[in-house]
């Protein structure tokens, strides 16, 4: 079974930085893709950010320019740089792995448990 560990969360002014780590393990089929999704109270879960196999990245505009996300392909992990952070950035992260396979038309969501970011003074 896939597993999924995160960390990197926590309690920061605005304007401050946070870095999420997500190491991806039990990996069998192919990575197709990596993520970052929120979900605030009261509201649906989110794109963030992510990053495929080719190295392509989408960002929700609402972090374009504050956040950058990044993966080393080596340990299966995903990062997302928070910069500027602000006291909208609140929510519960989650990391997001896709996974290809058995076959190249097969593709499976995998997601880690969620941690807590907040931006607060």
């Known amino acids: 079974q896939v597993q999924l560990v995160e960390s990197g969360g926590g309690l920061v002014q605005p304007g401050g930085s946070l870095r999420l780590s997500c190491a991806a393990s039990?990996?069998?089929?192919?990575?197709?893709?990596m993520g970052w999704y929120r979900q605030a109270p009261g509201k649906q879960r989110e794109l963030v950010a992510t990053?495929?196999?080719?190295?392509?990245?989408n960002y929700a505009d609402s972090v374009k320019g504050r956040f950058t996300i990044s993966r080393d392909n080596a340990k299966n992990t995903v990062y997302l740089q928070m910069n500027s952070l602000k006291p909208e950035d609140t929510a519960v992260y989650y990391c997001?792995?896709?996974?290809?396979?058995?076959?190249?038309?097969?593709?499976?969501?995998?997601w880690g448990q969620g941690t807590q970011v907040t931006v607060s003074s």
């Open positions: 997001n792995v896709v996974l290809q396979g058995p076959s190249s038309y097969s593709f499976t969501n995998y």
């Open positions: 039990q990996i069998i089929f192919k990575i197709s893709a």
């Open positions: 990053i495929t196999t080719g190295d392509r990245l």
